[in-house]
């Protein structure tokens, strides 16, 4: 009930302050000014970025910001679309390495700040930056995310590879047998 | 409740009546083979007695609608392909279309040409089938919205489309319903239905009857406000909305409105049978399929699972979810109403199709219509009156041990109803039910059905859920496992006066692909894996496989070309709800191939698409 209301209250924040949001680099921590500079792709002309790999959340590790952050992605229905394992289903798999907009705590946040042109909505102006964190708190525990410092392997294809987390190859269950034309069961003739 | 039916015996009245059938099948003169006619059904009486109006009489070699006819029975009258020969069948050409999510709809086929449409996002192909390869005339693009992509709870999927006043009419998964010229492959009109960006997409096939397209909403999981609405098939233009849920002005409740059950008659039971406030984000989608009885003027549809899928949230009846409507095709007015899965809390939904057939009851004739619920409970249902006739299990389940014959409404087992944040164990079927979407097909010439469906179970968790638009009002955490026997799927034919299975062919993997029956007395369907086969339509007999690229979730559908020869085409491209089995090994990949089969002596003769092709000699050397 708490956060039906709070999400009231910034509805009607949001409501008051109209639809369009204006950025401003006022009231920033140089992380969110980080993450604001932090590219979306490559840079042109192969230069290195080393923004990625300077950007760390805050809450990392901290058990309570993970509990706090399993909780919100719950509450704010990112389970329904990721799955409450985080290995997709409507929405990517958030444990598995592979991470299309980026995989480093600053890439992640950024990537529930603004939303994703699929489908994946904005909550810049619906969550505060900590809770924004957490919620990365809580992917990055899966073991799914690119460590800061992995974050220019990460853009090359070699973390992965070096990575072993809870989301690493998945086994199927086995059981599958040859047969491929079944006779049918009570045929009546 | 046994979990598995007993084995069919039929009655020595009944054996009696089908022995008089194959004779009456057996005096018919024999088909032309090179005018692949057909053969004259009205007077074979099919086992059950059952038999369908197949208005509107479409043309023997086309296949003008989803469903084939008003009644949705996905029956063709062409025989050239019979159980001497179907071994034969080979591919005689294929058609990629790039898409990469489930394909779901099945070709249509008018004046020599084949209309596709794929998944998102969602370009319409037109094929000329008088040239060597079936080439593509004309493409269209529609470009919706990506975000659309995100919202569907289930692929980017799209179930079909539809075919009149010369265009080719179908939803784009944005939520807008679109007409396109079939000549020109020109946009004729598109006309915006819902709101993406609170979660509404369209996955339907539009469906026309007379003059009005009938469309409807997908969205369960996201909280959406279900309805179904009719348009101008000239302009595009709304002519009606009915909500599934709210007062009886929205729901399209009037004077005229008369359920057979007590407990559904009353005021505004779309919005007090639910909290206060909450049948505006009720879900209750319309993403199935619509019947037509033109006698009766009225449209059968059913309608999805309410939201949020946790119902501790939500107590009452919750009307008009996981339920049947027929109303009146030209107003829109409700006629009836039943509800199959009072008080969703399963996800069990009531949207599958409704196949319009005219049964034997106690003396009389009765116009009925059979649906296999994803309840797991096949209703055979009075299609005047909405009194149900016929309520039998046609797979495993353990939520309920029966239907009250008295009320129509299920007896729940109490055992197996969730509470929030507990896990339950082993709830059978899960939430895609024991059948899904996937159309199954009637044979009058047999008086059966004939259904794809699963044998799955879950353990589910529900989370209570907050409602924020766009994002999903869901809640139910699952795993999903498969019952009794191991094997994921199963197709079945099933009587639908008595309310019995006559044969089952279980299979390893899901079986979700529509069926297909022909009055050469073959059936076809596609497995999850890959697996197109051609059954005998009265013993079950398994007499033709075919491994194709990826998975079938589509529906296959039979036309005769311009050559005169009787093809067979399916769509591969796994996707949508079969997706719940993609870390079972040996699942396929994504495909997106149309595949289109005739018989292998046909392949002999040079001739339009088969062995001509517009491939120039080659050069002497140099």
């Known amino acids: 009930m708490r956060l039906t209301l709070t999400l009231a209250a910034t509805t009607l924040l949001l409501a008051a302050c109209g639809q369009r949001v204006v950025p401003t680099s006022s009231g920033m921590t140089p992380t969110e000014r980080a993450i604001e500079a932090l590219p979306g792709g490559d840079l042109a002309g192969g230069v290195q970025s080393s923004i990625g790999a300077s950007i760390r959340n805050p809450l990392e590790g901290q058990p309570e910001a993970i509990a706090a952050g399993k909780q919100l992605f719950v509450q704010m229905n990112c389970a329904g679309c990721h799955g409450y394992d985080l290995g997709g289903s409507m929405g990517p798999n958030l444990t598995d390495k592979y991470w299309r907009y980026g995989g480093s705590p600053g890439a992640i946040y950024r990537s529930i700040a603004d939303g994703h042109p699929q489908g994946m909505p904005a909550w810049r102006r619906a969550l505060p930056p900590d809770q924004i964190w957490k919620v990365v708190a809580y992917i990055q525990s899966f073991g799914g995310a690119t460590p800061p410092a992995d974050y220019q392997g990460a853009l090359q294809g070699d973390y992965a590879a070096k990575a072993t987390g809870k989301g690493a190859g998945t086994g199927a269950q086995s059981g599958a047998k040859g047969a491929s034309a079944p006779a049918a069961q009570s045929p009546n003739p | ?622």
Request: glycine share 10%; aromatic share 10%; proline share 8%.
């Open chain 2, 1 to 622: 409740m046994p979990r598995t039916p007993p084995p069919f015996r039929l009655a020595p009245a009944v054996c009696a009546l089908a022995a008089v059938a194959v004779l009456a099948a057996g005096c018919q003169k024999p088909a032309n083979p090179k005018q692949g006619l057909a053969v004259p059904v009205e007077h074979v009486a099919g086992w059950t007695g059952a038999t369908a109006n197949l208005a509107p009489n479409t043309p023997p070699g086309e296949w003008r609608s989803e469903g084939r006819d008003d009644a949705n029975t996905r029956y063709s009258p062409l025989t050239q392909i019979n159980a001497a020969n179907v071994a034969q069948l080979k591919i005689a050409w294929t058609f990629s279309d790039g898409a990469q999510y489930g394909h779901e709809g099945a070709p249509l086929v008018a004046d020599n040409t084949m209309y596709v449409v794929t998944p998102y996002p969602n370009i319409a192909y037109a094929l000329d089938l008088t040239k060597p390869g079936a080439p593509i005339k004309w493409s269209f693009a529609p470009n919706p919205s990506p975000m659309a992509i995100g919202k569907a709870c289930c692929d980017a999927v799209l179930r079909g489309w539809a075919l009149a006043d010369g265009k080719l009419i179908y939803n784009l998964l944005d939520a807008h319903t679109v007409a396109v010229d079939v000549k020109t492959g020109k946009e004729v009109w598109r006309t915006k239905m819902d709101n993406v960006e609170n979660g509404a997409t369209m996955t339907m096939a539009a469906t026309v009857y007379g003059d009005k397209v009938y469309v409807g909403n997908s969205g369960g999981e996201m909280g959406v406000h279900g309805w179904l609405a009719a348009l101008d098939v000239k302009t595009g233009k709304e002519l009606w909305r009915a909500y599934n849920t709210g007062p009886d002005d929205q729901v399209k409740i009037g004077a005229d409105y008369k359920p057979f059950y007590s407990w559904l008659k009353g005021k505004d039971l779309g919005e007090t049978t639910w909290p206060k406030g909450m049948a505006v984000h009720g879900g209750s989608a319309s993403w199935g399929w619509v019947s037509f009885d033109p006698e009766l003027n009225l449209i059968y549809y059913g309608t999805a699972n309410p939201s949020p899928r946790v119902p501790a949230q939500r107590p009452g009846l919750n009307l008009f979810s996981a339920a049947v409507w027929a109303r009146d095709a030209d107003t829109g007015m409700a006629k009836w109403a039943f509800q199959f899965t009072p008080h969703d809390q399963w996800d069990y939904d009531g949207v599958n199709e409704n196949v319009l057939i005219d049964i034997p009851w106690q003396g009389k004739t009765r116009k009925a219509m059979v649906q296999f619920n994803r309840n797991g409970f096949a209703y055979t249902i009075d299609r005047q009156t909405g009194e149900v006739l016929v309520a039998q299990p046609f797979g495993n389940l353990n939520w309920a041990t029966g239907i009250d014959m008295k009320t129509g409404q299920p007896i729940v087992n109490p055992a197996m109803q969730p509470k929030p944040n507990v896990k339950l164990a082993n709830a059978c079927p899960t939430d895609i039910g024991v059948k899904d979407w996937q159309p199954s097909a009637f044979s009058p010439r047999t008086g059966l059905l004939y259904t794809a469906m699963f044998n799955v179970c879950m353990d589910v968790t529900d989370h209570p859920q907050s409602y924020i638009a766009g994002t999903p009002y869901d809640g139910m955490e699952m795993t999903r496992h498969p019952g009794p026997g191991g094997n994921w799927g199963a197709f079945i034919a099933w009587d639908p006066v008595r309310g019995k299975k006559v044969w089952e062919i279980p299979e390893k993997f899901l079986v979700m692909s529509g069926a297909l029956t022909t009055a050469s007395d073959l059936v076809f369907y596609g497995t999850v894996d890959g697996w197109f086969r051609a059954v005998d339509a009265r013993t079950g007999k398994v007499l033709w496989s075919q491994k194709l690229g990826s998975g079938i979730v589509s529906q296959p559908m039979t036309y005769t070309g311009p050559d005169g020869q009787q093809y067979v085409a399916v769509y591969t491209g796994v996707g949508g709800a079969a997706m719940v089995e993609s870390k079972q090994a040996g699942f396929p990949a994504r495909g997106n191939t149309l595949y289109v089969f005739a018989l292998g002596q046909a392949a002999q003769q040079p001739r339009p698409g088969m062995q001509v092709t517009d491939a120039p000699g080659a050069k002497p050397g140099q």
